[in-house]
């Protein structure tokens, strides 16, 4: 039993402000909750009628005769604690805000919403808003339409949540036109209590739930929200569309609901993690809700396309393979029994267009033959209607050939208003249909990314790799600046401990330091000087690259005391031969630790070429990082053509997640450059700083903010 | 009055193959040019019949009253010649050929396409087809539906040139849904008389038509296409959807329609030239198209968002910034007026969202205030349609501000069928409506796209810049071997000639030619091996960098003599500290030669950054090309921070444009890599590669077939 048991199957709803004003929230509450056959009791409360939409109405919430877990409130702002004070007394369970006016409009707003939160946790009352849109269930047990939306309730596995009411509404309506219907529905507003991350743990365990659509504007507990997510996405879909993507889209976040707009570099990272999928459309959200609610997952990313129209075929066929889908190759068997069953006018390519003749057999036979052949994970069909075929035949063959199989099947028709009938014998036989060629593509895509999500390792337990205590140590010797940033002997310190390979440093204090660095390092070697807060040494030209003998040294060593007065002077092994990587670790809320990777020198300063992942992280999926990178060619090629050495970054990435685990007060690591040389021959950070939360800031959450500027900026934006 | 004239504008239709069976393509064409309201006569032809669909019908052509200038013919294959034949002596204009059974079908359909392409020209008879969907003019004194297809015919504004004839009804099913009526229609089958080039260049020319949406597979003329499309995009807007942009979909093509695909990367070259837009899907298309029908160009990209729910308000926000809009921003006097015009819960920032409440008087208010506001240049509106709102009030509140401005105005309406009239309203006063608000925003930023390649200047003459006597003597002084390549020197003098800067080299054929080498060049130099056929010299070894003295460029050029025992030598200044581009030249087909840019070392090889425009190009169109590049910020620091010298880039991408556009005997000129030096230094280039064509082969199919791999490898493709 959920504690948002009486959100969702309260045994009765009371509407606080219910009205006989039709064009009303307090009337269209009552309504929907009648209309949509909800199996509790309706109880309008209001202190002058006594019966609102045909149902008796009551003065008072404690007038009530039945049992009263959720009461919806469609009061005037500033008569909500007293409301819900009533309620509380009267045993109510679960209270839906409708009324808006509080934090979402200003600082008295906000005061108000405390008030209301205060009274809620004194009842022990779940609060979901205020400025909530509300909360459906379509359990057949329950039929609870507890919010002021339009579209009707209908039963079905998908459940959404969203930030925007907006959105929920726009999801709703559409899956329903897809002939789809829903589990759970809610749509929290200010949600200064029930939250998505909440709403989204109880989906996770809700057995009627197999799909979710998840509309999010920003996070506010990152920590909370990963756990959540991990736990959905482990038997659920998981569809996430995330507004605020830009800059504009930011702004216009904060000042929606008051809160900053979560890095989408870090919710990548995430959803990656959790192996929830992030879709770029509302529209590509709603669609692949379609074909997860209805068709079984493939098992790879061989698709065949049908169609009985090349063009919109081809179109299909396109878009699949422009996102990440391989045209399936039958065998010759197959592809001979194939062309055997259609008229000579078909052509069986990696479009198998049967052409416009083809009627109810060409179909069955077509279909039935692709979904038994093994090198087929699924098909998409893209049809038109032409009026000289028996077209109902035709969805009844696709129906019933997609039955047979346990492969999935999503189609593209492209009709109007008469064939109406085709859609709906496809629809209630569980095919999703679509219509654009486009559409029915990416909905399997859809598909086939989660299933290559789902056939990933679960990430391997690492920790013994790193011993805590050692770097735990390291981290005492060290100290940090006024800034938390530690000096380069201190952060080189670190990496030892993590056994993380940097390149050898010989710090340069005394004039005899010369020779021991000339011995340790040998020639050629590279000096730095390291004034505090100077981030980009090589441009300020603290850095000598290739200093050959004894006497250079001396001469840089001078000349760099002379420029940097009072500059710890580091002397360091020179590497060379190697890609050059950036690597990294941001921590852009509390206990929530993310590893970058990122290809060195140009590329991530103009193109940013980086990628993130939650730590920690195994072998397996560190090697995933460099794998993501558009510029990951360059790994196949370190100057004289040898493969780089991407076990030791994986390792390098993999100790660097464990550090970040470890030491909750790092904040930043940033290795850069990162020599990754030829295979074997390992990896060298020539360069490292190392951030740490300063004195007693540790947590906070302006700290936090700060830092995460760091994966929003460095996250793929659009341009 | 155009060649085509008897195909769009017939004074009669009949129609060989008309049938009383309802469900056959005879029967089906009959019955659309009646439902249609075809204005001209209308001639069932069939041997045993009256009477076809209430309409008397004709034993022959020859027994046809009236006067047919175009004749629709659905018989079996082998039939066609003969009745296409009586056509002709019947004085019968134009044909088109519904049947299947020709080219796609084999060779011996090809050699029935052959004959029935010989009758139709002995008679002057313009042939569309076969294989042929067929051609529609909405046109009020025509009202043509001359093909088998199901959307109803409506006029308007837009023409669709699809060759698939699925894609041709998908796009008219979607239009028409969206209220958008229809100019000319045409998909031309095996084009092998009517081909996409010329009906794009007639619908050029048609002053009815405003928008033409095309749908291509592949161009077999290269130069006639681009012709069409520079003239067809300069007064109209022209929307391109193509297929086959991945390897899968190109074979799709190649099977479906027996020709190659044009490169992507050609296509865009010439679309951009054309200021036409690719889209990147039908829908995508569609929906512009209804915008371009209905509103005025934005003159900018600022855009105001207005909203009545935040959330999908956001949406189309983000989506318009990712894009590239930019959220217009109202000076303070307009932003408080509007502020004061509406509910204390309206925002005003980069999305204005007026909240849940907002009637016809706000809407009126905020969009009256927008459209004024010099800081925006269209305007992108998400509603809900809440039932506590006189929804049909805002709409005509709506439909009057957006009369009343010169801005375009699109909008995202989130509702279900019981506010059909809403949509009904927006539709009719002339808003383009979307499900979706990234539906909306992308409209808008299409026509945003549009609005800034129309206020390019148009290309200037340069034609001087380059001496063309001069450039065509050094090719005529060249020897180029058996592949058509030029040897280095060769190559060289090429650039020279053109005034294309590239580093000095001197060839080293006899000992003295070393000192030579040293005090023409200066130290240090590069030393290059040229053995005919490779390609990758420093891959191979061939070059020798950064030789200091006289005795290492005689050591250096011995070893490369043994290496390479007969290749010529080349010593060459060495160019150091500028930014590393790959400039060169490819020509897909006869007459289109194209220029490419694009960074060089890794960036060429592993993220494949390069961009192509159609020669030739003047100073200012030549700088657009460095500037899409995705790693152009590249230019912006060569070592030591200083900008790239872009000007003398490109200068050199115009001589290299007037270069290929005067030498036509030029396949393929490879400048790589270049060196770009720091602003006022120049660029040279340091290696160059020339092909021209063979003796004899010029022009010939697989001569360009084979070069065009080039520009389709090197283009931006999916993964």
Redesign the interface.
């Known amino acids: 039993m959920s504690s948002l048991d009486a959100l969702f199957r309260p045994r009765g709803v009371a509407v606080l402000g219910a009205s006989t004003k039709?064009?009303?929230?307090g009337n269209?509450v009552v309504r929907n909750l009648r209309d949509a056959g909800y199996t509790g009791g309706i109880y309008p409360v209001h202190p002058g009628e006594t019966t609102i939409c045909d149902l008796p109405a009551y003065a008072a919430i404690s007038d009530v005769p039945g049992p009263v877990d959720l009461v919806n409130i469609a009061l005037r702002a500033d008569r909500v604690p007293d409301a819900l004070e009533a309620c509380g007394r009267a045993g109510v369970r679960a209270a839906i805000v409708h009324s808006?006016?509080f934090a979402e409009?200003g600082p008295e707003g906000a005061a108000l919403e405390a008030r209301v939160l205060a009274v809620a946790r004194s009842h022990g009352i779940r609060l979901l808003g205020p400025n909530a849109q509300g909360v459906m269930n379509g359990d057949l047990d329950t039929r609870l339409y507890a919010s002021?939306t339009?579209?009707p309730l209908a039963a079905g596995p998908v459940t959404i949540l969203?930030?925007?009411?907006?959105?929920?509404?726009?999801m709703n309506?559409?899956l329903r036109r897809a002939g789809v219907g829903l589990r759970w529905y809610a749509s929290p507003g200010n949600a200064s209590d029930v939250d998505l991350s909440e709403l989204l743990a109880a989906a996770a365990d809700d057995d009627g739930t197999r799909v979710i659509l998840l509309?999010l504007?920003s996070v506010r507990d990152l920590a909370a929200f990963r756990d959540a997510a991990l736990r959905a996405a482990r038997d659920k879909v998981l569809l996430v569309?995330k507004?605020?993507?830009?800059?504009?889209?930011a702004?216009?976040?904060a000042?929606?609901?008051g809160a900053l707009a979560t890095g989408d570099a870090v919710l990548d990272a995430v959803l990656d993690r959790a192996g929830a999928l992030r879709m770029p459309?509302?529209?590509a959200a709603v669609q692949a809700a379609t074909a997860f609610a209805r068709q079984p997952l493939p098992r790879g990313r061989r698709t065949a396309v049908v169609?009985n129209?090349?063009?919109?075929?081809?179109?299909a066929?396109?878009?699949?393979?422009?996102?990440?889908l391989?045209?399936a190759s039958p065998d010759d068997a197959t592809r001979a029994a194939l062309k055997a069953s259609q008229s000579?006018?078909a052509?069986v390519?990696?479009?198998v267009?049967l052409?416009a003749t083809a009627g109810p057999d060409a179909f069955r036979a077509a279909l039935s033959m692709l979904l038994a052949a093994p090198e087929v994970d699924g098909l998409v069909l893209?049809m038109?209607?032409p009026?000289?075929?028996d077209c109902d035949g035709v969805a009844d063959a696709v129906v019933q050939a997609a039955a047979a199989s346990d492969k999935p099947v999503v189609a593209n028709v492209?009709?109007?208003a008469?064939w109406a009938g085709v859609v709906d014998r496809l629809q209630s036989g569980g095919i999703p249909v679509f219509?654009?060629?486009?559409?029915a593509a990416r909905a399997m895509a859809a598909m086939a990314r989660l299933a290559a999500f789902r056939a990933r390792p679960p990430i391997r337990g690492t920790e013994g790799l790193v011993d805590a205590i050692r770097v735990q140590a390291a981290l005492q010797r060290a100290v940090p600046g006024p800034d938390g940033w530690l000096s380069q002997a201190d952060a080189y310190a670190l990496l030892v401990a993590a056994g993380i390979p940097a390149a050898a440093v010989v710090p340069l204090s005394t004039p005899g330091d010369l020779d021991i660095a000339a011995r340790t390092l040998g020639f050629p070697l590279v000096l730095k000087a390291d004034p505090v807060g100077l981030v980009h040494k090589s441009?300020a030209g603290a850095v000598v690259l290739g200093i050959a003998d004894l006497a250079s040294l001396a001469r840089a060593a001078a000349s760099l005391r002379e420029r940097f007065p009072g500059a710890p002077l580091l002397a360091q092994r020179q590497v060379s031969g190697g890609v050059e990587a950036i690597l990294g670790v941001v921590v852009p809320a509390p206990g929530v630790p993310l590893v970058m990777a990122g290809l060195g020198g140009?590329s991530v300063?103009?193109?940013r070429d980086v990628a993130f992942a939650l730590a920690p992280l195994d072998a397996v999926a560190a090697r995933r990082l460099p794998d993501s990178l558009?510029?990951?060619?360059?790994f196949d090629a370190c100057p004289g053509?040898e493969p780089a050495d991407l076990d030791a970054l994986g390792d390098a990435l993999v100790r660097l997640s464990l550090l970040a685990s470890v030491l909750p007060e790092v904040r930043e690591i940033d290795l850069n450059p990162v020599a990754v040389l030829p295979a074997g021959r390992g990896v060298f950070a020539l360069d490292v700083r190392v951030r740490t939360a300063g004195m007693g800031e540790m947590g906070t959450a302006s700290d936090f903010r700060k830092s995460e500027a760091v994966p929003i900026f460095a996250g793929r934006r659009?341009?």
Chains 1, 2 share one sequence.
């Not at 507004?243 to 889209?249: H, K, P």
């Not at 129209?309 to 179109?315: D, E, H, S």
């Open positions: 039709e064009l009303s929230i269209r808006s006016g409009a002021f339009f579209t969203a930030q925007s009411g907006g959105i929920a509404e726009l309506l559409h509309d504007e569309v507004s605020g993507r830009t800059a504009a889209g702004r216009a976040v000042s929606h609901t459309s509302v529209q169609s129209a090349g063009g919109p075929g081809i179109v066929l396109d878009e699949a393979c422009a996102l990440g391989e045209p000579p006018y052509t390519g990696p479009l267009d052409a893209s038109v209607t009026f000289f075929v492209i009709t109007d008469r219509e654009f060629p486009e559409d441009a140009v300063e103009s193109a558009r510029g990951r060619d360059r053509g659009a341009p």
